[in-house]
């Protein structure tokens, strides 16, 4: 069983560029959620995709967008990038129904660290 | 929302000794869940132990323990019999059972196991 797994595990980009993070999810999960983990934070959600729609979203900007595929996988996208989107990008894969009534345990990546200069 | 805080930025404990990393968190929800996780230098995060806010019991796993208060909304990991390994980052977690599905973390504990 293949666990999560995210490219690149590092990136440099300048200010006002735009990034794509990748996510491939753990074998059987049709459930992707990503964070942000500011250095000496705790991680932060971003949104959560299920079976490719949007399944919620926490306090970000619209220039962070994603994508969920027919495989699960995921990408995340922000755009015009600040200084502040400085930070590393874990990914969470689980499977699930709609709704959050039911736990399931999510699993995380190795994170991609994103430098913004 | 809810707020999770973990007051000990660090914490430090000898090998085979026990040492409890403190949690406590803010909400007006009567079901959640609450988690440990640990984050080791290569960064990908491990869930170490679960607690259903409906079960009274403690959970447990192996070494790892928890107490769970539930009014006085304090969740505390106490680790057992240290070991090397167990050095890392400890977040503690959030994530509401009726209304929610994303995990709200603590800022962490980094946690120094010395021989």
């Known amino acids: 069983e293949t666990g999560v797994t995210q490219s690149p595990t590092h990136l440099i980009k300048t200010r006002g560029q735009q990034v794509t993070l990748r996510c491939s999810s753990q074998?059987?999960?049709?459930?992707v959620s990503w964070y942000q983990q500011a250095l000496g934070q705790g991680p932060q959600f971003i949104f959560q995709?299920?079976?490719?729609?949007?399944?919620g979203r926490g306090n970000f900007p619209p220039r962070f967008s994603g994508l969920q595929f027919p495989n699960y996988s995921s990408e995340l996208n922000v755009n015009a990038l600040e200084l502040d989107d400085s930070a590393l990008y874990l990914c969470?894969?689980?499977?699930?129904?709609?709704?959050?009534?039911?736990?399931?345990?999510?699993?995380f990546g190795p994170g991609t660290r994103l430098t913004v200069l | 929302a809810q707020t999770v805080t973990q007051s000990q930025p660090e914490m430090s404990v000898q090998e085979a000794e026990t040492v409890t990393l403190s949690c406590t968190y803010d909400?007006?929800?009567?079901?959640?869940?609450l988690f440990w996780y640990k984050q080791p230098p290569s960064r990908q995060m491990i869930l170490v132990i679960r607690q259903e806010a409906y079960k009274q019991q403690n959970a447990t796993e192996n070494r790892f323990s928890v107490n769970f208060q539930k009014a006085a909304k304090s969740f505390s990991l106490k680790i057992s019999d240290s070991q090397l390994g167990d050095a890392a980052m400890y977040f503690c977690?959030?994530?509401?059972?009726?209304?929610?599905?994303?995990?709200?973390f603590g800022k962490g504990t980094s946690l120094l196991v010395t021989p």
């Open positions: 969470a894969s689980s499977s699930g129904t709609r709704g959050w009534g039911t736990y399931n345990e999510q699993f």
């Open positions: 977690a959030y994530r509401s059972a009726n209304s929610g599905y994303a995990l709200n």
């Open positions: 995709y299920y079976r490719e729609e949007e399944n």
């Open positions: 074998s059987g999960h049709n459930t």
């Open positions: 909400t007006s929800e009567s079901d959640y869940y």
